[in-house]
């Protein structure tokens, strides 16, 4: 790893261990999520498509709340022009989404383990399931960062951030329940190679918002 990159990474972490409010926030935001949806659904029997299309946007929203604060808490503690006199663009991309990745993961275990615990869906296929998990997590991680870079600057940046993240994440979103539909499918009544073809695509977009992810981030931290 760059060691650039590995310095704005271990300063993200450093912050979080100091504050712990990023963490803190979104362990508590799915919780109490998880917590409604299990009182909502309360002695209801959740189908897979049901329960695939809750998780998500449990996943979604705690993904909006939690990654774009990289960047904007830069520019609201007046720190983004040092950071971008010291550092690349593509290595503080890197460091900001690595940081996020990480911290996408544990929300995602964290939120899919409370899940299944408070609804009592039960995995049928643990592979894809993981799959689309972690296919999700890379994919929220390239594309809120980046559009986090885009508002950055932006008076209303936290309204902003929400609304540019729509068109990147609906095919995301699409994908994402199509494969764990079918993980959570114990009747097999779904077609499962139509599962492990979103899992596939969740995973070929993560890496490409990653990849991509970078060019697009250049083009706009350096205004």
């Excluded at 983004?80 to 989404?97: H, M, Q, Y």
């Excluded at 890379?138 to 885009?150: D, H, I, R, Y």
Aim: charged fraction near 10%.
């Amino acid at each position: 790893m760059n060691r650039r990159i590995r310095a704005i990474f271990l300063k993200e972490v450093r912050s979080e261990m100091r504050t712990k409010s990023g963490l803190t926030t979104t362990v508590l935001f799915s919780l109490f999520t998880v917590v409604t949806i299990s009182l909502a659904t309360f002695d209801l029997q959740i189908s897979p498509q049901l329960g695939a299309g809750l998780l998500c946007v449990a996943l979604l929203f705690a993904a909006i709340v939690a990654l774009p604060r990289t960047l904007i808490i830069e520019e609201e503690q007046g720190t983004g022009d040092l950071l971008r006199l010291v550092a690349k663009s593509e290595d503080v991309f890197w460091g900001k989404v690595l940081y996020n990745l990480v911290l996408m993961l544990i929300t995602g275990l964290v939120l899919s383990l409370l899940f299944l615990g408070f609804t009592h869906i039960g995995v049928a296929h643990l592979w894809l399931y993981l799959v689309c998990l972690f296919g999700s997590c890379c994919s929220f991680s390239g594309a809120v960062t980046l559009c986090g870079a885009l508002v950055a600057q932006a008076s209303n940046r936290s309204a902003l951030v929400g609304v540019l993240s729509v068109p990147l994440l609906l095919p995301l979103t699409f994908l994402a329940v199509s494969g764990l539909r079918v993980a959570f499918d114990t009747k097999f009544g779904f077609n499962q190679m139509n599962g492990f073809i979103a899992g596939g695509g969740l995973v070929c977009y993560g890496i490409a918002s990653l990849a991509g992810g970078q060019y697009l981030f250049a083009a706009v931290w350096k205004r």
